[in-house]
């Protein structure tokens, strides 16, 4: 695997394949079975599965609040100013 992008700079997962496949050429490692959590780290970054299932039930609960009127809704989250832009509430440090 070239570890170069197109842009310059390393590839986007190129440190999980790295880790992965150290993992799994490594002479102490017994089965290739030891090297699943760093395969499934690879994958992740590949793919996004989980990133986006994670994604798609915090939109499903912000729904699901602003349809029941409780909790945390997008109007929250996000605070339109005077000029028209978003207000930064760092909820996420």
Not at 49 to 66: A, P
């Amino acid at each position: 695997m070239n570890p170069y992008a197109r842009n310059g700079g390393t590839r986007k997962c190129f440190y999980e394949f790295q880790t992965f496949m150290e993992c799994y050429t490594n002479a102490d490692t017994k089965a290739p079975k030891e090297c699943t959590p760093k395969f499934n780290d690879y994958y992740e970054c590949l793919h996004g599965f989980k990133e986006r299932e994670k994604v798609r039930l915090m939109i499903q609960q912000l729904k699901d609040n602003e349809a029941n009127k409780s909790g945390v809704t997008s109007a929250d989250l996000f605070k339109a100013t005077s000029s028209g832009t978003y207000e930064n509430l760092n909820l996420v440090k």
